[in-house]
Structure formats: structure tokens, C-alpha cells
């Protein structure tokens, strides 16, 4: 190899050094995602006011998955929020958070005609959203 050729691929590994630990510190896709929920019982078209899955294992896993996915990259991993968006971890537990995650979820929310939270209403199934919601319910609320 010639050393033009060796100054060049040292470049590139040096590039690829440099550009690593961002790919490494980036969570969840660009664009939301369909959730998986297969092995879930299908809920229905009718939108539901109380979480079918709270505590069901399969429902926490996928869940999880779900999450990371969709919500981390503005709620936060382990939906340990930043301070931008909100703090999932203090919402009101259990069927008294229910109703307002569902709504919230389906339809989104916006400020002044900026998107604050896209509507996740026919990309993430009712099932993948209670699934979410089953994870989030399983997270000790913030020491604050």
C-alpha cells in the first residue's frame, strides 16, 4: 500500500473513531414505528380507558422494546427525561393515568402550531400502546 493510500484509510478509521461514540449516544429511530405485539390478545377497534395488560410480562417486554423505539429519543432512555419533554416516570400510576396516556398517545400534542409529540394514532397499535404503558408502569417514580 502505498502511503497515499495509507494516509487516506487512516482517515477513514480515524473518521469512523470520531463519528462513534454520537451513533453510540443516539436512541430510537427517526420516524415512529409499529410495534410488534405479537402473542399480545388483540384488543379491538374501540379505544380503551384502562391499560388490558398491566402487569402481564409479555406486554412489559414489548412494551420496553416499544418505547425505546418511539418515545426515548424525546422522553429519554428509561424514560429518564432530560427536562425537554416530559417525565413519564410521573405520571399518575395505574388506571389513573390511563385515560390521559391513551388520549395523549393517539392524538399528540401541539403548541402554536409546532408538533410537540406526534400522533402515534394508526402507526402504533392500541396494543403497543398499553404495552408501552405497561412498562412505564413497572418504573420507580423520580426521587424529586
Known amino acids: 500500500m ?14 469512523g473513531l470520531l ?10 429511530d427517526v420516524q415512529p ?5 405479537t402473542g399480545l390478545k388483540p384488543i379491538g377497534k374501540a379505544v380503551l380507558k384502562e391499560n388490558p395488560y398491566r402487569g402481564d410480562a409479555l406486554a412489559i417486554k414489548i412494551g420496553e422494546h416499544g418505547y425505546t423505539q418511539n ?19 410521573k405520571m399518575d400510576p395505574a388506571k389513573e393515568g390511563d385515560e390521559w ?17 406526534p400522533k402515534f394514532e394508526g402507526i402504533i397499535s392500541q ?16 426521587n424529586d
Open 2 to 15: 502505498s502511503p497515499v493510500h495509507k494516509i487516506v484509510a487512516a482517515a477513514f478509521l480515524l473518521t
Open 19 to 28: 463519528a462513534a461514540p454520537q451513533a453510540l449516544m443516539a436512541h430510537g
Open 33 to 37: 414505528q409499529p410495534v410488534d405485539t
Open 71 to 89: 418515545c426515548a429519543r424525546c422522553h429519554g432512555i428509561g424514560a429518564i427525561s432530560g427536562g425537554i419533554s416530559p417525565d413519564l416516570r
Open 101 to 117: 396516556y391513551i388520549y395523549r398517545s393517539l392524538s399528540g400534542s401541539a403548541k402554536d402550531g409546532r408538533v410537540l409529540m
Open 127 to 142: 396494543e403497543g400502546l398499553w404495552a408501552i404503558r405497561s412498562w412505564l408502569d413497572t418504573l420507580p417514580p423520580p
